[in-house]
């Protein structure tokens, strides 16, 4: 009998604790702030984040995140082109004609889907005559991405090498490394100007290309790249001495080759120029 009187005590304390376990409830949004489990058979109540705190934890997550975004892009300036002026090109201050349309428009769409270009490394090889608008497109692209918090470096295969060279005399390898790794944190690489380096010191800067090359695409890593080449001027231009051209396969593994035609805007700025300065002196 007493065996039975304590079985039925229990689920009258187990009923009663039921009873008054009454979740509190958030001032501001409405939902509890506490919500009742069940342990060993035992009714308890637990606090909980309402509506209002558990989107409140989740933008600061989505802040933390931001700010480290922030901090890679800060950190890939020590290799990068982007400077002032290059924080002027951007697709509102596009000069439109009928000639560059069909430009800004690709750039446009490829912003627009970065999230499936980054997912399937698609990138571009921009080749054609100089002065067309190849890397003023490439740059509006960083730019538009940078804004939205996407890690960026826009640099040139000549920049990277001469930092390369500068670190051989403190760090040695090691500093080749650094920058190398330092490259690849970027969720875009815009490398310009492509084939404009020189071919001295034994080839060293073409195997300084192919290890940025390779590792971006071992990575998965889209980029964006320039020349002033034609893609046969290119792929001689980066075949090595055994007659390979590794750097290039790499290059058109990735990037989508487009042939960026037009007048070139630095003839016709100089033009422009010569016009200015004949009605000055006459």
Same mark, same amino acid.
């Given at each position: 009998?007493?065996?039975?009187?304590n079985?039925?005590q229990q689920k009258?304390m187990?009923?009663t604790?039921?009873l008054?376990?009454?979740c509190k409830?958030c001032?501001?949004c409405?939902?509890?702030i506490?919500?009742?489990?069940t342990?060993n058979g035992?009714?308890?109540?637990?606090?909980?984040n309402?509506?209002?705190?558990?989107e409140?934890?989740?933008?600061?997550?989505?802040?933390?995140?931001n700010?480290?975004?922030l901090?890679?892009?800060e950190k890939l300036k020590?290799?990068s082109l982007?400077d002032?002026?290059f924080?002027?090109c951007t697709f %509102?201050?596009w000069e439109? @004609?009928?000639?560059s349309?069909?430009l800004?428009?690709i750039? #446009?769409?490829?912003c627009e889907n970065?999230?499936?270009?980054?997912e399937?490394? +698609?990138?571009? #090889?921009?080749h054609?005559?100089?002065g067309?608008?190849?890397?003023?497109l490439?740059?509006?692209?960083?730019n538009?991405l940078?804004d939205q /918090?996407v890690?960026?470096?826009a @640099?040139?295969?000549?920049n990277?090498?001469?930092k390369?060279?500068?670190g051989?005399?403190?760090?040695?390898?090691?500093?080749e490394?650094?920058?190398?790794n330092l490259?690849?944190?970027?969720?875009?690489?815009?490398?310009?100007d492509l084939?404009a380096e020189?071919?001295? =010191?034994?080839?060293?800067?073409?195997?300084?290309i192919?290890?940025?090359?390779?590792a971006r695409i =071992?990575a $998965?890593k889209?980029?964006i790249?320039? @020349?002033? #080449?034609?893609?046969? +001027?290119?792929k001689? $231009?980066?075949t090595?001495s055994?007659?390979?051209?590794r750097? /290039?396969? =790499?290059i058109? %593994?990735?990037?989508?080759? #487009?042939?960026?035609i037009? @007048?070139?805007r =630095?003839?016709?700025?100089?033009?422009?120029? +010569?016009r200015?300065?004949?009605?000055?002196?006459?």
């Amino acid at each position: 009998m007493e065996e039975i009187a304590n079985i039925i005590q229990q689920k009258v304390m187990i009923h009663t604790a039921g009873l008054d376990l009454q979740c509190k409830i958030c001032s501001n949004c409405g939902t509890p702030i506490e919500h009742v489990i069940t342990f060993n058979g035992v009714p308890r109540k637990v606090a909980t984040n309402c509506k209002c705190r558990a989107e409140a934890y989740k933008k600061k997550l989505a802040d933390e995140a931001n700010q480290e975004r922030l901090r890679k892009i800060e950190k890939l300036k020590v290799c990068s082109l982007m400077d002032e002026g290059f924080r002027k090109c951007t697709f %509102e201050n596009w000069e439109h @004609t009928k000639e560059s349309e069909w430009l800004y428009n690709i750039g #446009l769409k490829y912003c627009e889907n970065w999230k499936q270009a980054k997912e399937k490394n +698609q990138g571009m #090889l921009l080749h054609g005559v100089p002065g067309t608008g190849k890397s003023y497109l490439s740059f509006c692209i960083a730019n538009y991405l940078i804004d939205q /918090f996407v890690p960026v470096i826009a @640099t040139s295969s000549i920049n990277i090498i001469n930092k390369i060279y500068e670190g051989y005399g403190r760090n040695g390898e090691l500093g080749e490394l650094e920058i190398i790794n330092l490259i690849q944190e970027a969720s875009l690489l815009i490398l310009d100007d492509l084939g404009a380096e020189h071919s001295g =010191r034994s080839g060293k800067e073409k195997q300084i290309i192919y290890s940025i090359l390779d590792a971006r695409i =071992r990575a $998965k890593k889209p980029m964006i790249i320039t @020349t002033n #080449l034609n893609v046969q +001027q290119l792929k001689e $231009k980066l075949t090595g001495s055994d007659g390979v051209a590794r750097s /290039f396969d =790499r290059i058109v %593994e990735a990037c989508q080759p #487009l042939e960026v035609i037009g @007048t070139s805007r =630095r003839i016709k700025k100089a033009a422009d120029n +010569q016009r200015c300065f004949k009605q000055l002196i006459s």
